[in-house]
Structures are given as C-alpha cells and as structure tokens.
C-alpha cells in the first residue's frame, strides 16, 4: 500500500528506499541507470566560515539549481513526486558554495514541516536519509537535536548498532538499505554533534576501508580486500573521516591520507573518474569536491575543468535547446548532445539536476588562468628522439598535457608544481613548438624545439684531382645554420665547426703525401646526418 504522505523515494547509495506502490517503484528505479550511485546521498563536504565566493562556474550551477525548486523541494514532474533526497543534495551544494542562503532555508523550513517524510516510512526508519538531513541542518547554522520537532542526532544514535561484530554500524530498522555512504553520514552528524557513539561509527566505517585505501559500497563485518572500492564511497568516507579528525578524532590521517592516495591513482589523463567504467560529471565532481578540501588543488582542478567542459555556458547553449538552462551541468558527453538537440525534457531533468548537484561544488575548484614556464633542449635534437620537457607554475597534482607536432603526452604535477615528461620529436628537420596545457586553456605555455631529421648531405671538392702534399678544398651544404659539422679524411678529423647562417660549412686541408683514391666523410650534428666525396691524389 501506498503511504499517503510519500509520493517518491528515498535514494541512498545503490538502492531505491520503498516510499511508493511497487509499480512506482519500478518505474522510478530506472532513473538509476541514467545517474550515479552517489548523486541522492550527497557530494558536499562543509564549508569553511571564511569561504571566498564561488568561481563563476559554480555560482551558474549554484543558480540553475534554485530555480528547479518547487516550494522549497525539487518535485519530479515525470512521476509526480517530491524527491526529498534530491532536494538535499541541492541543498548541499548550495551550502557548501556559500551561496544563496535564502534558498536553503526554504528547504529547510519545508523539511522542517515534517522531517520522516523523508526518515522515515511505515515501521521502516532511515540511518543515512537521518544522518544526512541532519548534517544539512548542522551546515546552515540550525539545531539538528530540535529540528522540526524531531531530534535528529538522538534518531541517528538509535541506528548504531552496539555490541557484536557489527558495533557501531549505523543499521535502518526494518528492510536494512545501509551501506557505506550512509554510515558516512552518520558519522558526520554524530561526530559534528560530539556523540558519545561517533567513534564507535568511525571505527566501523575504517572496516569499509581496503588494503589499497579505497572504501567498498557494501558494509561487512570483515575486513576489505583490495580492488573492492568504488570512487562515490571512497570520497564521501574521506569527507566523513576528515570531518571527524576537525570534531577530534585521533589518529585518522594516516588512513585519509591512504584514501586521497588511491583517488589520485584513479584519475585519468583528462582529469576525469570513472563510475562503472565510464567517466561522468557525477564520481568526478565528488571526487574534484573532496580532492580540493584535502589538499589537491591540482587534481581538483583538473577534474573541475573536465566538469566545465560538460557544463551550459552562453557558448554551449548558443543556437540550442539549452539556451535558458544556463548552469546545468550534464551527466556526460552524451546527455549534452542530447541536450542540445532535445533540450532537458521532463523525462531528463531529473539527470540533469543530479548531476549538478553532485558536480557544482567539483566545478569551484577550478585553477585560475596562468602562464607555464616551459623548457625543453636548446640545442638540436634528433628526430624521433624523446626529449625531455619540463613544465613548471603548476599546482600539485595538477594534470598537464604536452603536445609536440605528430606527439602527445600527459603528466602530473609533483609537490612543487612542476613535471618532466619524455617527449618524442618528430622525424623531420624543423623548429617544433611544444605546446602546454594544464587543468584548463588559459592555463597554458610553450616552447620550441629545433629538430634535424636523418639527412645525406651534399659534399663538393674544389678539384678532383690533387697533386701529393696540396690542399684540397671541401664544402658541405645542407646543414641546418649553426649545426656542428665534423669532416674526416683518412680515418682522422681534420676540422670541426659549425655551418654559416646559409646552412655550409668549407675547409681547406692538405692530402698528403698517399696517391691514389681518397675519400672524404663529414658528420652534421647526428649520426644520421653525413655525407661524403671521392677525389684522386696524383703524384
């Protein structure tokens, strides 16, 4: 049967909470395949009491977010329901942007009408919907132990389990949809509220945690082996964790650390996280939001541009569907093309807003525009030879793209804002510019690079005849201005240089005394760079 107060659902982790009849449920489930697990549990992490202003990125998102408000909740149009989780989420973002308060007391004052529409159903009472609501209320300044009547960190308290191999879990009464995002909201209610049981649900999040750093979806009793994280829990257990070493939790850091480790391993070139084995704005704005708060501006950064490229702006939105969705931010590659062709229809919106939601606090870790100082060989290089460029003005962590005519190649940023990568040339002779970009366009610098590629080079002789003991006069042209140049004559050097600015280079040396069929060999800056000449020593 239907609860008359509900007419949605609660999404939490990987499971849709039964709020509706099984028919709506059934139909509402398979907007879980357009978004990630994460989007409906949160993405945010709270936000400094000094936070300057949102980048300009996320104040759009921030603002596209508060008009798909309906009286203070984000009502899906599709099946006809207020999805109170998602209203969440937007609430979130917004507090974790430090902007637009007046919007988040709206939802907060219509949550406050009754908060177990969304805690609770039937019998059935939610640790992780009560963990997060409360956390919500903690972010904007409100009393969550007398929130709309309810206490909501007692509520929270009452899920943890006690005793046995399960101790300090955070368990929902009735069908049990707890997992480690959810115990990652509890933790940081109760921590934020300095519960008695905040460190026992500590403990039992650190359980989550594999041997390689990451944390798995699905809570056990036993430890994790390693390969079982996922993107979505690692980041919001890092959130969790870091927010219970503020509140005062001892000796944590070392685990964060090993969490923020095994993040940076994850991301891709381009800056991007994978989900299910293909990039989003969701994994990636969770990713860029928690990266960001634990100290990797540079890998947040790239992840943020990632994020923008996926983002309406006036230039995406130009001439399209998307011309008055100014701000959204599209789940991939995919939802922006059908969003341009089709605009964000009832049937879409929902992606749309979830997506935003998770990735708009990801976008405000955009680096800002500089100039990269790029130094590569001064000297001539051999083409098809790896160079070695290095790039510096970077931030830490920061992903960095060499680009060279025929090659290209990415790297990270260390501690000290540079990297060297091995850069292959191209095989022809030619000034080559080396083209750098960081986490974004206007991050950005270049360099040049003179290449000689494999060459025969054309050796005259003044004579082809010389007497024994005269002199024979040898030019070599071909050669690049200024490129060293070695001429051999009887399995000695006779003369090194370097060639005149119009590529030549001529010496006159004596034969000796040896008649007979002399040959003459000369050497440009490479070894495949020679040539030779055949002359006669006459008596």
């Given at each position: 049967m239907t609860d008359p107060r509900c007419r949605g659902t609660h999404v939490t982790g990987l499971r849709v909470l039964p709020c509706c009849s099984r028919k709506e449920i059934m139909k509402i489930t398979t907007l879980r395949r357009l978004a990630a697990a994460a989007l409906a549990v949160g993405t945010v992490v709270a936000a400094p009491s000094a936070q300057a202003a949102p980048n300009s990125y996320a104040y759009s998102a921030a603002r596209w977010l508060a008009d798909q408000l309906t009286d203070g909740v984000v009502h899906n149009a599709q099946w006809d329901f207020d999805d109170y989780g998602l209203t969440l989420d937007v609430a979130l973002a917004l507090e974790a942007l430090d902007t637009r308060a007046g919007t988040t007391a709206t939802i907060l004052d219509a949550f406050a009408q009754d908060p177990t529409r969304y805690t609770?159903?039937?019998?059935?009472?939610?640790?992780?919907?009560?963990?997060?609501?409360?956390?919500?209320?903690?972010?904007?300044?409100?009393?969550?132990?007398?929130?709309?009547?309810?206490?909501?960190?007692?509520?929270?308290?009452?899920?943890?389990?006690?005793?046995?191999?399960?101790?300090?879990?955070?368990?929902?009464?009735?069908?049990?949809?707890?997992?480690?995002?959810?115990?990652?909201?509890?933790?940081?209610?109760?921590?934020?509220?300095?519960?008695?049981?905040?460190?026992?649900?500590?403990?039992?999040?650190?359980?989550?945690?594999?041997?390689?750093?990451?944390?798995?979806?699905?809570?056990?009793?036993?430890?994790?082996?390693?390969?079982?994280?996922?993107?979505?829990?690692?980041?919001?257990?890092?959130?969790?964790?870091?927010?219970?070493?503020?509140?005062?939790?001892?000796?944590?850091?070392?685990?964060?650390?090993?969490?923020?480790?095994?993040?940076?391993?994850?991301?891709?070139?381009?800056?991007?996280?994978?989900?299910?084995?293909?990039?989003?704005?969701?994994?990636?704005?969770?990713?860029?939001?928690?990266?960001?708060?634990?100290?990797?501006?540079?890998?947040?950064?790239?992840?943020a541009s990632w994020i923008v490229s996926r983002q309406v702006t006036d230039a995406v939105g130009e001439d399209t569907l998307l011309a008055n969705e100014l701000g959204a931010i599209a789940f991939d590659d995919a939802a922006l093309a059908g969003g341009k062709t089709a605009g964000i229809t009832v049937e879409s919106r929902d992606q749309w807003i979830r997506a935003t939601a998770q990735a708009a606090v990801g976008v405000d870790a955009q680096l800002a525009a500089t100039k990269l100082t790029v130094s590569a060989p001064t000297g001539f290089v051999s083409g098809g030879k790896k160079i070695a460029v290095t790039v510096k003005g970077l931030a830490a962590g920061e992903k960095v793209t060499v680009t060279i005519p025929g090659a290209r190649v990415t790297g990270t940023a260390g501690d000290a804002g540079s990297t060297t990568v091995q850069v292959p040339t191209p095989t022809s002779t030619g000034k080559r510019t080396i083209a750098v970009t960081g986490a974004r366009t206007s991050r950005s610098g270049a360099g040049t690079v003179q290449v000689l590629g494999a060459k025969k080079l054309?050796?005259?002789?003044?004579?082809?005849?010389?007497?024994?003991?005269?002199?024979?006069?040898?030019?070599?042209?071909?050669?690049?201005?200024?490129?060293?140049?070695?001429?051999?004559?009887?399995?000695?050097?006779?003369?090194?240089?370097?060639?005149?600015?119009?590529?030549?280079?001529?010496?006159?040396f004596t034969v000796g005394s040896s008649a007979g069929k002399k040959t003459i060999k000369v050497t440009g800056a490479f070894s495949n760079r020679t040539g030779s000449r055949t002359f006669k020593v006459t008596r």
């Open positions: 609770q159903y039937e019998d059935s009472k939610y640790a992780g919907a009560t963990g997060k609501l409360a956390v919500t209320v903690q972010l904007a300044g409100r009393d969550a132990t007398a929130f709309g009547g309810h206490n909501l960190i007692a509520e929270a308290e009452q899920r943890v389990v006690t005793t046995g191999a399960s101790a300090g879990r955070a368990k929902d009464l009735g069908d049990d949809y707890s997992n480690t995002i959810t115990q990652a909201w509890v933790v940081r209610a109760l921590s934020t509220a300095g519960s008695d049981l905040a460190d026992d649900t500590v403990g039992y999040l650190l359980k989550q945690q594999c041997d390689d750093g990451s944390f798995r979806t699905d809570m056990k009793d036993e430890a994790c082996a390693t390969g079982a994280g996922t993107i979505d829990a690692t980041a919001l257990a890092l959130q969790a964790l870091d927010e219970a070493q503020d509140a005062g939790e001892p000796g944590l850091q070392d685990d964060i650390d090993e969490g923020v480790d095994w993040l940076l391993d994850q991301q891709r070139p381009d800056g991007s996280f994978l989900n299910d084995g293909a990039a989003n704005t969701n994994s990636t704005g969770l990713a860029a939001a928690t990266l960001k708060t634990l100290g990797e501006p540079g890998a947040a950064g790239s992840a054309p050796v005259s002789v003044r004579s082809a005849s010389v007497k024994k003991g005269k002199g024979q006069r040898v030019t070599v042209s071909g050669l690049a201005a200024a490129e060293p140049v070695t001429i051999r004559y009887r399995g000695k050097d006779v003369k090194k240089g370097k060639a005149s600015s119009k590529g030549t280079f001529s010496h006159t």
